[in-house]
């Protein structure tokens, strides 16, 4: 545990250590947070959880509740509050670390480990927002994270054939730490549908936008032409138009040459809705989504068996042959990338990459009770959407298959792409 707590430690410094004054603070956006504040929360959070709720220690800044705790600082005031300076925030950050280790070195019962494993992936999924609100802000490129991703392993075009029949939807207790909206598994009813084997590719995304489809209305459902007029948006937020193509986009601060065949990233729910019913396609559910990703065919190929695989690829941990996790790479490979995790299926890079949109809005399974952090689940049902899968900047410990994401439909900014299901 304090290995993992150093790990994703260093990711954080990684991600900001580099940064101006200036840049720590940044325009006050409804999208990105200040990263001083970022990161201040990060100690909070651990602090809160782990020194103060599950050791019963006394608050080791008497003000920190009023600066970080996100379920009651708003987050348009986030910009306007007295935060220590860099090296206070920096040094509030170690002193808790330092205090956790010190906890951990004496050992802690199942019930203390649950809140250092939930505060631990609470700074990993910060990690991610991280590197996308760098992207957003134009920030350099974050350096000593992840090997430069080479984009020439190509194509992955096709369908791939999922038998139907009844799936298990949801986590259960012998999948290790779980977020109280993944309780319970439980069974839904799959017709049989056929899924690409590989995410949508910025050459095929291009298409759509070549074909003039961000300006044919009959392409959008009523709230993704109001976005998208709303917007003015003509094409993906970080590609540009020269000499009337798409073959550069904006990476950090530079401009990069676009990978036709990585997957497209950064587009919306809208987006992708849109490039489906152009496309003639459409978004997988939840439950498709799983089943692809970790169902086998029954011993007579008719239907799903009843096994689910532990990843994609069966039982081994994660490692860069399997997928694109945890910064193995800089940012997304081409979608035919990383064969060795393939599913039962034959579907790709299921984890890591990006994350996949679905078609399934954000609700809560059958039973669900909020875990002890009431606000990680339950405010968000219903207005959003839930992606799958992780992407290059995801922890390992986050991009389970069973682990749901969720964002609002207009969210082009985090790393997210979309796989589709034949009609
Ligand atoms: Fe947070």
């Known amino acids: 545990m304090a290995t993992q707590l150093h790990d994703v430690r260093t990711r954080t410094r990684r991600l900001t250590e580099d940064l101006s004054t200036r840049q720590l603070m940044g325009p006050m956006l409804p999208i990105v947070n200040p990263v001083l504040w970022e990161i201040g929360h990060v100690g909070w959070f651990h602090e809160y959880w782990t020194l103060r709720h599950a050791h019963g220690e006394a608050p080791g800044l008497d003000r920190a509740d009023v600066l970080w705790n996100s379920s009651t600082v708003a987050h348009a005031t986030r910009w306007d509050?007295?935060?220590?300076?860099?090296?206070?925030?920096?040094?509030?950050?170690?002193?808790?670390?330092?205090?956790?280790?010190?906890?951990?070195?004496?050992?802690?019962?199942?019930?203390?480990?649950?809140?250092?494993?939930?505060?631990?992936?609470?700074?990993?999924?910060?990690?991610?927002?991280?590197?996308?609100?760098?992207?957003?802000?134009?920030?350099?490129?974050?350096?000593?994270?992840?090997?430069?991703?080479?984009?020439?392993?190509?194509?992955?075009?096709?369908?791939?054939?999922?038998?139907?029949?009844?799936?298990?939807?949801?986590?259960?207790?012998?999948?290790?730490?779980?977020?109280?909206?993944?309780?319970?598994?439980?069974?839904?009813?799959?017709?049989?549908?056929?899924?690409?084997?590989?995410?949508?590719?910025?050459?095929?995304?291009?298409?759509?936008?070549?074909?003039?489809?961000?300006?044919?209305?009959?392409?959008?459902?009523?709230?993704?032409?109001?976005?998208?007029e709303g917007t003015g948006a003509e094409r993906p937020v970080y590609w540009l138009e020269t000499d009337g193509g798409y073959g550069t986009w904006r990476r950090y601060q530079e401009v990069e040459p676009l990978a036709p065949h990585a997957p497209v990233m950064f587009v919306n729910w809208y987006e992708a809705e849109a490039w489906c019913r152009w496309a003639k396609r459409r978004l997988p559910t939840e439950a498709e989504w799983e089943a692809a990703a970790l169902g086998e065919a029954a011993a007579n190929g008719s239907c799903l068996a009843d096994s689910k695989r532990r990843w994609p690829w069966g039982e081994a941990a994660p490692s860069s042959e399997h997928t694109n996790l945890g910064f193995a790479f800089d940012g997304p490979l081409d979608v035919a990338g990383c064969a060795a995790g393939d599913s039962a299926f034959g579907c790709r890079q299921m984890i890591g990459n990006v994350w996949e949109w679905t078609a399934s809005d954000f609700v809560p399974l059958p039973g669900f009770a909020a875990d002890p952090y009431e606000d990680y689940s339950r405010p968000w049902f219903n207005t959003r959407k839930v992606l799958r899968g992780g992407s290059w900047a995801t922890s390992a410990r986050i991009a389970r298959p069973g682990y749901r994401n969720f964002f609002t439909p207009e969210r082009n900014d985090v790393i997210a792409g979309f796989r589709t299901c034949a009609l």
Do not use: C
């Open 81 to 228: 509050l007295n935060l220590p300076d860099r090296n206070g925030v920096f040094a509030y950050m170690a002193d808790v670390l330092g205090r956790q280790v010190g906890r951990l070195s004496g050992g802690v019962d199942a019930g203390t480990r649950y809140f250092y494993e939930l505060s631990i992936r609470h700074e990993d999924m910060h990690v991610e927002a991280l590197a996308y609100t760098r992207q957003t802000l134009g920030y350099a490129r974050p350096d000593g994270l992840g090997h430069p991703a080479d984009q020439n392993a190509g194509p992955w075009p096709g369908d791939a054939s999922v038998s139907g029949g009844r799936w298990r939807l949801g986590s259960t207790g012998a999948d290790g730490f779980i977020f109280d909206n993944e309780k319970w598994a439980h069974e839904v009813g799959i017709a049989p549908f056929r899924i690409a084997k590989a995410p949508v590719t910025n050459a095929e995304f291009a298409a759509f936008v070549r074909a003039g489809g961000y300006r044919n209305r009959q392409f959008w459902s009523a709230a993704g032409w109001a976005w998208r």
